[in-house]
């Protein structure tokens, strides 16, 4: 299977539902967020709610109260106009408040996901005096001359012990890989948990299909290293 015939955009928001599983009372998800008309769609916007404490979890040590997230698939680009594209939304979504200033630029963040890193978007932000800080395996804070807080996330570097939901959005995942995912799995309780990673599993393996795994039934592993 190709992965243009894949779709990844709702795994990924079931994966980002599971990373930050330990803070979701305080977060809402709204998948394809609209602007206006429909062209203008984010693809994830998180909103923080404001007596919330700081989010723990590394992808969400940013965020504030509202949070633009846009990821692009395995088989997708993120380059330079995709950056401006994805500021042109969050400064939308600020305009698009009910009454003049009403959100404010401070509490908007900006975050571009993608499975490989960046390098010429990277490249292109430290030419041009914007600073690069790698805060996080994986997670790039982008600073200086950003008009929100942005982060760039490069999924395939995350932490792998830590960030098994994002990182099981690839098409190049090893048996070992699915063990890890399978395990995970298994320390899930909660319907809506279960709901979710299943969602991840089965794009991981429409992704991987060629990759042979076996689910481990007879042995038990310790739910303690979640």
């Given at each position: 299977m190709k992965n243009k015939k894949i779709q990844w955009h709702p795994a990924f928001v079931a994966a980002m539902d599971l990373e930050l599983a330990d803070d979701r009372q305080?977060?809402?998800?709204?998948?394809?967020?609209?602007?206006?008309?429909?062209?203008?769609?984010i693809d994830l916007l998180i909103e923080k709610k404001s007596d919330a404490s700081p989010i723990?979890?590394?992808?969400?040590?940013?965020f504030r109260m509202y949070n633009i997230v846009e990821y692009k698939s395995p088989a997708d680009g993120l380059g330079i106009d995709d950056y401006y594209k994805s500021t042109a939304y969050a400064a939308l979504f600020k305009a698009y408040g009910k009454t003049d200033n009403e959100i404010d630029e401070t509490e908007v963040t900006l975050t571009l996901i993608r499975e490989s890193k960046?390098?010429?978007?990277?490249?292109?932000?430290?030419?041009?005096?914007?600073?690069?800080?790698?805060?996080?395996?994986?997670?790039?804070?982008?600073?200086?001359?950003?008009l929100f807080a942005t982060q760039v996330i490069v999924s395939s570097e995350l932490n792998s012990n830590a960030h098994v939901w994002l990182r099981a959005l690839s098409g190049?995942?090893?048996?070992?890989?699915?063990?890890?995912?399978?395990?995970?799995?298994?320390?899930?309780?909660?319907?809506?948990?279960?709901?979710?990673?299943?969602?991840?599993?089965?794009?991981?393996?429409?992704?991987?299909?060629?990759?042979?795994?076996?689910?481990d039934t007879a042995r038990k592993r310790d739910c303690l290293k979640c």
């Open positions: 305080y977060l809402t998800f709204q998948k394809e967020y609209n602007l206006n008309t429909r062209p203008l769609q723990e979890n590394e992808i969400g040590k940013l960046p390098e010429k978007l990277l490249h292109y932000f430290r030419e041009r005096g914007y600073t690069v800080a790698q805060s996080y395996r994986g997670i790039y804070y982008i600073g200086n001359k950003t190049k995942l090893k048996k070992n890989d699915f063990h890890a995912l399978l395990s995970r799995m298994e320390c899930l309780t909660g319907k809506h948990e279960k709901e979710m990673a299943d969602s991840v599993f089965q794009i991981s393996v429409s992704a991987n299909y060629n990759v042979p795994y076996k689910v």
